[in-house]
């Protein structure tokens, strides 16, 4: 009788090479292949984001405009994410001698140079969204020149999604209740060449929406996928399995087990900022997740300059959250952070315009935070710093 998946792990340290290259191998061969999704779909003119989101409303489902749009109980988490920005004006230099063209959104982060401060947050099951999904979100990633965080919880297989971009690229882990499990997502995202681990701690399970539960069973509601929890894989088969009690020790079981730098995501206290980094964290991601966990947390931008202050420029910090412009960008960049989380604009391109629609709205992005970089006199973004903000509200 051969062994039960639950004896393999507990008899080994961890998952052997064939076995990673059994796993990467049927991830390329399953439901669509990676090579298919190019950058198509259509480039998008975009005015503003909300226009977009009206757009996508139109084009998609119901339910699948309701996943995406949604967030916990009242939602006013998700609204203050976007408000708090309005707490900190940018303050400008005027004759200053930049010309646009001398503008520079080069960014040193974790041993690397990027085209940009800007990034794709973790999402998952973008499958709801379009047939193609992470396959098409990380394609047009790649194209903009932008850093790709690969959802625990995708559609697609990670090794895919890997295939996808020609841009960095990182794998967020969502905890599993079986720690062979989880050492097999670490090991198979670094045999599949991503850079980093993020280290999602503010997600004990699916976060749940009054708007997808107003729908109840008036509208279709798609089968969810979690391409990387296929028993092949040696997954549970089971997303929702996610470890409830985690601990600071779990941050040295991810480097250890991966052999990459752990970015810890969801930290909004700056006391568990400085934790985590004494725990190991190469970076932290200040994030509420978009509000669809928890609501009446404060927003992500109004912590975020107390977080900067504790940790002192030790190690980089991401943030994510109710960024809508280009000025939310820099706002951001002036409160501490080095770079810059997209999260529900990048799925609202997607449902529009496919691989070049994520393009679109990540090059609308990067063209705002040039214009405000040359309107606020700036050059370089590594020069954008607090005296960029008329700070009226610090928490």
């Known amino acids: 009788m051969g062994l039960s998946r ?8 961890g998952i052997g090479a064939l076995t990673l290259a059994q796993a990467a191998a049927n991830a390329k061969n399953s439901d669509q292949p990676a090579a298919s999704a190019n950058v198509g779909g259509e480039d998008l003119t975009i005015i503003n984001i909300d226009l977009l989101e009206e757009q996508a409303q139109k084009k998609l489902t119901a339910f699948a405009y309701a996943f995406v749009s949604g967030a916990a109980g009242d939602e006013w988490t998700m609204r203050e994410n976007r408000r708090a920005f309005q707490d900190f004006p940018i303050m400008t230099s005027r004759l200053t001698g930049i010309k646009k063209e001398s503008i520079d959104t080069r960014t040193a982060l974790m041993g690397m140079v990027l085209p940009s401060p800007i990034m794709v947050a973790p ?14 979100t990380s394609a047009g990633a790649g194209a ?11 559609t697609k297989p990670l090794e895919q999604i890997a295939e996808t971009t020609n841009g960095p690229k990182w794998f967020q882990l969502y905890f599993n209740n079986d720690i062979g499990v989880t050492r097999s997502l670490l090991q198979r995202a670094a045999a599949a060449k991503y850079s ?9 399970g699916p976060g749940g929406s009054d708007r997808v539960r107003r729908l109840g069973t008036s509208v279709p509601r798609p089968k969810f ?26 941050i040295a079981f991810c480097q250890e087990a991966s052999g990459l730098p752990v970015v810890v995501k969801g930290i909004l206290r700056a006391e568990d900022a400085v ?29 975020l300059p107390g977080v900067a202050d504790a940790l002192g420029g030790k190690v980089p910090i991401i943030v994510d959250g109710g960024v809508r412009r280009g000025i939310d960008v820099f706002r951001a960049l002036a409160l501490g952070a080095d770079a810059v989380a997209i999260g529900r604009p990048v799925l609202y391109g997607l449902g529009v315009g496919g691989a070049r629609g994520v393009r679109s709205v ?13 309107l606020a006199g700036v050059e370089k973004v590594d020069a954008i710093g607090r005296g960029n903000i008329v700070m009226r509200q610090f928490v």
């Open 362 to 374: 990540l090059d609308f992005f990067n063209t705002e935070l040039k214009t405000a970089m040359l």
């Open 6 to 13: 639950r004896h393999f792990f507990q008899g080994a340290a």
């Open 196 to 204: 980093a681990i993020v280290l999602t701690v503010d997600a004990l």
């Open 275 to 303: 934790q985590a980094v004494k725990a190991g964290a190469a970076a932290v991601q200040v994030s509420n997740h978009g509000g669809r966990q928890m609501d009446g947390v404060p927003s992500s931008i109004s912590v």
């Open 123 to 136: 999402m998952g099951v973008h499958g709801v969204v379009s047939e193609q999904a992470e396959l098409a």
């Open 144 to 154: 903009a020149g932008v850093l790709y965080q690969s959802s625990g919880a995708s």
């Open 225 to 250: 996928v979690f391409g990387n929890h296929d028993p092949r894989f040696g997954g549970s088969g089971d997303f929702r399995n996610q470890k409830e009690n985690l601990t600071w020790d779990d």
